[in-house]
């Protein structure tokens, strides 16, 4: 059965080009309920245990390096089928090849600065969304 919440970051490119209000207005104008959300910095630490499931490919330290060099936006995102409705509206990881209309296609500039991340299963939802929130943070 198919989860109501996914997790999403707008990651430093795009709160950095100032595109924070038009994402969140794309993420409300598909049917999403924002239940929690922080303006944050990750520390390298912190990028490194969020992105450990990585850490073996090659591009993980590029990865760490940039979700810590400035403030994100991360949410909790509540709508019946989160995941994957999410992974439909933020577009393919690389922005060349994203669908036009999607977030990554709007605002993301190659592969590793694509401007949202949006978690790709139920289980990393869940995951992903204790990292950044405790229940006294959510309003689901």
């Keep these: 059965m198919a989860g109501n919440i996914t997790l999403t970051m707008i990651k430093p490119d795009a709160v950095k080009a100032g595109h924070i209000g038009a994402i969140l207005q794309q ?3 598909a049917g999403f309920q924002i239940v929690a959300m922080k303006y944050t910095q990750l520390t390298r630490a912190q ?14 330290d590029e990865l760490v390096a940039f979700m810590s060099s400035g403030p994100i936006v991360a949410a909790i995102l509540k709508k019946d089928n989160a995941v994957e409705d ?9 922005p060349s090849k994203a669908e036009l209309g999607t977030i990554r296609a709007k605002y993301g500039t190659d592969v590793g600065q694509n401007a949202i ?6 289980e990393n939802a869940r995951i992903e969304a204790d990292f950044f929130f405790s229940q006294l943070e ?3």
């Excluded at 990028?47 to 499931?53: D, I």
């Excluded at 999410?86 to 690389?94: E, H, P, Q, S």
């Design 27 to 29: 993420i409300g104008e």
């Design 86 to 94: 999410f992974r439909k509206l933020i577009g393919a990881t690389d």
């Design 47 to 60: 990028a490194e245990k969020f992105y450990a499931v990585h850490r073996q490919r090659p591009f993980f």
């Design 138 to 140: 959510r309003f689901e």
């Design 117 to 122: 991340h949006g978690s790709d299963s139920d």
